[in-house]
Structures are given as structure tokens and as C-alpha cells.
């Protein structure tokens, strides 16, 4: 596609449950980022795919957060055993270095968690 | 320690202002700046800077970029109602850095 699709938009669920949030990536690009924003806070790092590399997960917040990256493309951020405080916008971007001086960010939409 | 610091945090003016947003940065193996708009749930991608001092312009906005005193200004001309928003500056080295974000309110 031509731009970075997140699914679902939106997802409400019962604490305790587990959630699974999707990221499509522009084709082509090889660095990917997940990252939250909870309401009226800045952008929170969680966990950064480059390439065939370890991802750098130094920002998930728990072990009950855990994401993969399949074949160098789609990612699943995962969720397991829902809290309140898990309630925020989760964003994916995509990352494209197309020569060595310059790299390109572009973001989904963003699922909007609500954990009721 | 890598780090965007943007300012001022927040910003009240009133339709048909200029606005000056500032982002200073302390970041290693810098590759890019980046400025994005945030509305609602995802940032908009405004401008990439890479090289000093090359103005980049889209309609009434502007920015530049000053690599060697490390900052980049964001100017938006004629302020509209609609370009109430947060606007966020982050920078590139192998990750994403991103600033606090800068809370601007157009008032009519």
C-alpha cells in the first residue's frame, strides 16, 4: 500500500484480556517502530525493528507486551492480560534510509486502546 | 545522553499571527530533523531537514535547520484556527528522538 496501516483502529477490551495490534509497513522499508501515547503524553518509545537484526525492545513496559516482526514486514504488538493503564494510542512507523544522509518517518494511524 | 528539547511547551495566539516554534537538539550521529504535526491520534509528517540552512516551505509553513548551533525553527505565517494542534520535532541518528512537543492554540 502507500502509506502505513495499523489495525484495528480501534479496540475496546475487558482488563485481563489479550489484544494483538497490527502494523503494515510501507513495502520496502526496513526499520519499524512501535510507540504510545497515552492521553495528554508525549510519545513513548517500545520497541524498534531494523532489518534481520535483534529488535531493540528496551521500552516495552512490561513482559506482558511483546512484539515480532514476520519476514521483514508486518508487525503484531501484543498485549497480554490487559490492564487500564494499557489504555492509549499505539502508533507504528516505518522507517525508509533511501541514501546515507537522509531517512524518512512515516506513522499509521494508530489503534486507539481502550481497556475497560 | 540523546535528547530533543522543544519550545516553548505551549502556545496561545490569535488568528493571523506568526509563530515561531523551536526544537535544540544534543544527538549523536545525527542523520535527520523531522517535524510533524499531531492532531488527533498520529503525527503528520511536515518536513524532513538534513542540510543547514536550506529553507523547506509548504504553503505558510517553513522551517530550517542549523546544524551547527544544533536547533531548527518551524514558522507558520497568517496562523489559521486549523493549524491548532501539537507539533513535534524528532531527530534521526539509527533511532527515532523525539522532543516533548509544542502545544500551539489559534485562537479566532
Known amino acids: 500500500g502507500a502509506g502505513v496501516s495499523q489495525s484495528p483502529s480501534n479496540k475496546v477490551t475487558e482488563k485481563g484480556k489479550d489484544v494483538e495490534l497490527r502494523c503494515d509497513p510501507i513495502s520496502g522499508h526496513t526499520a519499524l517502530y512501535w510507540y504510545r501515547q497515552s492521553l495528554g503524553q508525549g510519545l513513548e518509545f517500545l520497541i524498534y525493528?531494523?532489518?534481520?537484526?535483534?529488535?531493540?525492545k528496551s521500552g516495552l513496559p512490561s513482559d506482558r507486551f511483546s512484539a515480532e516482526r514476520t519476514g521483514g514486514s508486518v508487525s503484531t504488538l501484543t498485549i497480554q492480560r490487559t490492564q487500564q493503564e494499557d489504555s492509549a494510542v499505539y502508533l507504528c512507523?516505518?522507517?525508509?534510509?533511501?541514501?546515507?544522509?537522509?531517512?524518512?518517518?512515516?506513522f499509521g494511524q494508530g489503534t486507539r486502546l481502550t481497556v475497560v | 545522553e540523546d535528547k530533543v528539547v522543544q519550545s516553548p511547551l505551549s502556545l496561545v495566539v490569535h488568528e493571523g499571527d506568526t509563530v515561531t516554534l523551536n526544537c535544540s537538539y544534543e544527538?549523536?550521529?545525527?542523520?535527520?530533523l523531522l517535524w510533524y504535526k499531531q492532531e488527533k491520534k498520529a503525527p503528520t509528517f511536515l518536513f524532513m531537514l538534513?542540510?543547514s540552512g536550506i529553507e523547506k516551505k509548504s504553503g505558510r509553513l517553513s522551517s530550517i535547520l542549523d546544524k551547527k548551533e544544533l536547533f531548527s525553527i518551524l514558522n507558520i505565517t497568517a496562523t489559521q484556527t486549523g493549524d491548532s494542534a501539537v507539533y513535534l520535532c524528532a531527530v534521526i541518528n539509527y533511532q527515532l528522538i523525539w522532543g516533548a512537543g509544542t502545544k500551539l492554540i489559534i485562537k479566532p
Open positions: 512507523a516505518s522507517i525508509f534510509t533511501p541514501d546515507r544522509m537522509n531517512t524518512e518517518a512515516f
Open positions: 525493528f531494523q532489518g534481520n537484526s535483534a529488535p531493540d
Open positions: 538534513t542540510s
Open positions: 544527538v549523536t550521529n545525527f542523520r535527520s
